[in-house]
């Protein structure tokens, strides 16, 4: 069956160092997109790629990078973690930009 | 632009009576509505969508949401809340024009023996 999975389910990391969470989705989506949950805010859209090479910053992007180099995967980089960057981090693909989107399972991450 | 409004922030029912979960949407254009479910610790998975076909969706675990075009609304509801049904939803509005999900702030519904 296909699926959507991220690595590592948890981290923990320290400030200043460089992160990177890692998402691979076997649907064959071109749309792959990255959000942060956090509590009271629902979930917002980091950043999001609608094909190879193709690159976008959703609303809340500073501190955070994205690269697609196929369509199996989308990792999220940053660059220099943050305490204000904890958080749990939900990879998405879709078919369709505007339509069903299917999740990872997530990824806590602890900035200290 | 859209955006979505979820009303409750927090539900309560006993077991057996019935949900509502309450959600208001801004849309430029016809849009594509969703509800996801979010159990403890997990992703979100879709519950149904509206993608102007049928008025009343149904979903998965018996819950259904009707569009309302004149009140801007779609809310979510199931006739007898379940043990299994406490978990939080959450509202989504999509345009195409858009290309993206817009998520609303989420309605954690407890469900009490």
């Known amino acids: 069956d296909a699926e959507i999975t991220q690595s590592p389910r948890h981290k923990i990391t320290e400030t200043g160092r460089q992160v990177t969470l890692a998402c691979h989705q076997t649907w064959n989506h071109n749309n792959m997109f990255w959000y942060r949950q956090d509590l009271g805010h629902g979930l917002r859209l980091i950043h999001y790629s609608y094909g190879v090479h193709d690159t976008n910053k959703g609303e809340v992007s500073d501190g955070y990078s994205v690269s697609r180099s196929n369509t199996e995967d989308l990792p999220l980089t940053l660059e220099s973690a943050a305490s204000s960057q904890t958080s749990v981090y939900f990879c998405?693909?879709?078919?369709?930009?505007?339509?069903?989107?299917?999740f990872g399972p997530g990824t806590r991450l602890t900035v200290l | 632009a859209q955006s979505v409004t979820q009303l409750d922030s927090h539900v309560s029912v006993s077991e057996g009576t019935p949900v509502l979960l309450r959600c208001n949407y801004s849309?430029?254009?016809?849009?594509?509505l969703f509800w996801y479910v979010q159990h403890p610790n997990k992703g979100l998975q879709l519950l149904l969508k509206y993608t102007s076909a049928a008025t009343l969706v149904k979903g998965i675990n018996g819950f259904e949401a009707e569009f309302k075009k004149s009140e801007t609304s779609f809310h979510l509801t199931k006739p007898s809340a379940h043990m299994s049904d406490a978990a939080e939803y959450f509202c989504v509005v999509s345009e195409g024009s858009a290309r993206q999900l817009t998520f609303g702030s989420g309605t954690q519904l407890t469900v009490l023996p």
């Open positions: 998405a693909s879709s078919d369709l930009a505007w339509d069903t989107q299917y």
């Open positions: 849309s430029s254009y016809s849009p594509s």
